[in-house]
Nanobody, 120 residues
Framework: EVQFVESGGSVVQPGGSLRLSCVVS??????????MSWLRQAPGKGPEWVAA???????YYADSVKGRFTISRDNAKNMVYLNMNELKFEDTARYYC????????????WGQGTQVTVSS
């Protein structure tokens, strides 16, 4: 059974930075060939796709984070990262990593997520 374990969330001031990590285990697919995404969900809202990265490293971003967030991966370690800069109040959410693209990743499964709170 595939498992996603996210970490790195914290409370940060507006304009600050964070780096999220996700380790993937228990999978039968070839990680290095698989598109991986980060999603987020704020209280009372549906999941929002944030960014995706192909096995070869091509990246895609939601307009809301483009230019501020950077997704990356380490195929040797089965890990995916999200570097977040210039954080805004509206970035406050629980962040999840998942297999798939902007559409397919929303179907899950997801891990337990990691909480990012932007607060002054």
């Amino acid at each position: 059974e595939v498992q996603f374990v996210e970490s790195g969330g914290s409370v940060v001031q507006p304009g600050g930075s964070l780096r999220l990590s996700c380790v993937v285990s228990g999978f039968t697919f070839t990680f290095s060939n698989t598109v991986m995404s980060w999603l987020r969900q704020a209280p009372g809202k549906g999941p929002e796709w944030v960014a995706a990265i192909s096995g070869g490293g091509t990246t895609y971003y939601a307009d809301s984070v483009k230019g501020r967030f950077t997704i990356s991966r380490d195929n040797a370690k089965n890990m995916v990262y999200l570097n977040m800069n210039e954080l805004k109040f509206e970035d406050t959410a629980r962040y999840y990593c998942a297999r798939g693209s902007a559409i397919t990743s929303k179907a899950g499964p997801w891990g337990q997520g990691t909480q990012v709170t932007v607060s002054s």
